[in-house]
Nanobody
Framework: LVRLVESGGGSVQAGGSLRLSCAAS??????????MGWFRQAPGKDREGVAV???????KYADSVKGRFAISRDIAKATLYLQMNDLKFDDTAIYYC???????????????????WGQGTQVTVSS
């Protein structure tokens, strides 16, 4: 079992910044051997991939956030981060952290390849 807990969401005005955190824990979890990602779901829309980081620290971003968001991790703290800059109204969504040892389809930001999920944290951007 792997447990993921997100934090850092909130309400900001357009153009502002937030940093989301995802703390990982479990009896056998080793942060360095997992693919990890951030996904989001806005009202009335399907869940979509935002960013993924591989076991080798290769990253992939959705076109809509490229150049504004950055995914990273601190292995010593077993924590994943998402730095979000220049936030836009359309970034409003519940953001979820996810992890998987293999993450099939990770380069296409497919949520179906991830097994473990957090409960989500709300990000609201006002214009």
């Amino acid at each position: 079992l792997v447990r993921l807990v997100e934090s850092g969401g909130g309400s900001v005005q357009a153009g502002g910044s937030l940093r989301l955190s995802c703390a990982a824990s479990g009896d056998t979890v080793r942060d360095s051997i997992y693919y990890m990602g951030w996904f989001r779901q806005a009202p009335g829309k399907d869940r979509e991939g935002v960013a993924v980081i591989t076991r080798e620290d290769v990253t992939k971003y959705a076109d809509s956030v490229k150049g504004r968001f950055a995914i990273s991790r601190d292995i010593a703290k077993a924590t994943l981060y998402l730095q979000m800059n220049d936030l836009k109204f359309d970034d409003t969504a519940i953001y979820y952290c996810a992890a998987d040892r293999f993450a099939a389809g990770w380069s296409l930001l497919r949520p179906t390849g991830f097994t473990y999920w957090g409960q989500g944290t709300q990000v609201t951007v006002s214009s």
